[in-house]
């Protein structure tokens, strides 16, 4: 049983269209992040959401809106997508500031 | 600001040796934890050892082991009996512990790519 799931694991599009990436935890945890690392491999928190409640917006271009709809669920939408957007983008979810179990990643290329 | 620092970009090890990454941190909260994680080539972040400020004693997870120095803020890994698939990159990473639900940020170090050769 996965514990942090996302889809899709790989997607490959061109500049300017919309995509989403769906994330779901079964740990009952409370709070769910977006993590993107880029080329450099460098990782950084995008959003963390409470109880469906937005905490963190790590200052993300407004062309990315995460959708919290339960607590088992943060999705990632982005609009107009542009090249500097191709990372591996990872959900993440805790208890309480507790550790951090990552799902398995998705790779976006922007073409 | 938090941040964490690792000054090895890569490392490299023969199998069955052991190896030390380290790893240090800048912050002004005294009550955190500490994690390493790995990440293979498939990209997939897997949690190693993690360590709370408020304990003395280092974390030791089978032949992963740490050496926590809070003062000298210094949290390095330990790897025995180094194996082909420990091959990856080591993440160090920190988060102060707020109670407000959702406020923590996990920082990371740029990483250390571990090769294990055979």
């Known amino acids: 049983d996965t514990a942090v799931s996302q889809t899709p694991k790989y997607l490959v599009t061109q500049m300017g269209n919309d995509k989403s990436i769906k994330c779901e935890q079964n740990?009952?945890?409370?709070?769910m992040y977006w993590y993107k690392q880029d080329s450099k491999k460098f990782l950084k928190i995008m959003f963390s959401y409470n109880n469906k409640e937005l905490i963190i917006n790590e200052t993300v271009p407004n062309r990315f809106s995460p959708k919290s709809p339960d607590k088992a669920h943060l999705n990632l939408h982005i609009n107009s997508l542009e090249l500097g957007d191709s990372a591996v983008y990872f959900c993440?979810?805790?208890?309480?500031?507790?550790?951090?179990?990552f799902g398995e990643g998705s790779w976006l290329t922007v073409v | 600001a938090q941040t964490v620092t690792q000054s090895q970009p890569e490392m490299s090890v023969q199998e069955a040796e052991t190896v030390t990454l380290s790893c240090t941190y800048d912050t002004s909260e005294n009550n955190y934890y500490l994690f390493w994680y790995k990440q293979p080539p498939s990209r997939q972040m897997i949690l190693v050892i993690r360590q709370e400020a408020y304990k003395q004693q280092n974390a030791t997870e089978n032949r992963f082991s740490v050496n926590f120095q809070k003062a000298a803020k210094s949290f390095s890994l330990k790897i025995s009996d180094s194996q082909l698939g420990d091959t990856a990159m080591y993440f160090c990473?920190?988060?102060?512990?707020?109670?407000?639900?959702?406020?923590?940020?996990?920082?990371f170090g740029k990483g250390t790519k571990l090769t294990v050769n055979p």
């Open positions: 990473a920190f988060i102060p512990i707020i109670h407000q639900g959702g406020s923590e940020k996990l920082v």
């Open positions: 993440a979810s805790s208890r309480r500031g507790n550790t951090i179990y």
């Open positions: 740990l009952g945890h409370d709070t």
